[in-house]
């Protein structure tokens, strides 16, 4: 890497990630008033105000800090020549091949850290002291998603240095990578179930209302992306499905009549 292109990097990361979530949770906070009230026939919880507290928002600034500070920790480590980060454009096929092989590995690799690290959250040992903060949202907005104790902001947070130093990856897909972490977090706590028609395919991911019912019944829904760790530890809420499909018909109902 150039002396140049070093030192373009020295801020990319300590920007780029608060500044990433930030722009999703203003966005699926103002999701309703963009598309001039269009949303609020998906909304998953009609009693909830969706509102933001105090404490979420202030909970969230200090959580967006802590990942500034983890994105300074990686441009620093860059700059020192450290990190499995790479920044190279000459591709073949292979490269191109392993690029894309590159994105899915590191969202497998999150979507088992994301289970593993949320069931020792719910254990004994941390639920009280350090998880119980993020519960505290039981109808879970926007502002939620990142409203945690900082204990868990590091645990979260802690799956972009372990793919940056230990999977080689491009640097434009580490940032992709980013991007959709993100968005899910805040998607999946936005409030809204703006997916109620998936196709039959598309069951085997999460939904906002799988981690509505995780806010909702605490015991289960524990999972991010894929829900296949949840049903191979049979950690689904059991009616979720059920839920599922009366909420996508109350919506489907309500569009019509609007
Ligand atoms: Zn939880
Ligand atoms: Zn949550």
Redesign the pocket.
């Known amino acids: 890497m150039g002396k140049t292109e070093r030192h373009r990097t020295m801020i990319l990361w300590t920007a780029f990630i608060p500044i990433t979530a930030l722009f999703f949770i203003v966005y699926f906070d103002k999701i309703n008033v963009i598309s001039r009230g269009k949303k609020s026939a998906f909304k998953i919880d009609d009693q909830n105000t969706l509102k933001a507290t105090k404490r979420e928002v202030k909970l969230t600034l200090l959580s967006l800090s802590m990942f500034a500070a983890i994105g300074l920790v990686m441009d620093i480590c860059l700059k020192a020549g450290y990190g499995a980060i790479y920044n190279d454009y000459h591709f073949g096929l292979l490269e191109t091949l392993y690029l894309i092989a590159s994105f899915f590995i590191a969202l497998a690799m999150h979507d088992l850290y994301f289970y593993a690290t ?1 069931r020792l ?2 254990s004994k040992l941390f639920f009280n002291r350090v ?1 119980a903060v ?2 505290k949202s039981h109808n879970p907005n926007a502002w939620s998603a990142f409203s945690f104790h900082p204990i868990e902001g590091l645990f979260q947070i802690g799956i972009l240095p372990l793919i940056f130093f230990f999977l080689p990856i491009h640097s434009f897909v580490f940032g992709l990578f980013t991007i959709l972490l993100l968005f899910i977090s805040v998607y999946g706590h936005c409030g809204y179930e703006l997916r109620p028609n998936k196709v039959a395919a598309f069951h085997m991911f999460n939904t906002s209302l799988h981690h509505y019912q ?2 909702q019944f ?1 015991r289960y829904n ?1 999972g991010l992306y894929l829900n296949t760790w949840d049903k191979l530890f049979k950690s689904n809420y059991p009616k979720y499905e059920e839920s599922f499909e009366k909420l996508r018909d109350t919506i489907n109902a309500a569009n019509r009549a609007q």
């Open positions: 949320h959250l719910h998880h993020h519960h995780h806010h605490v524990f």
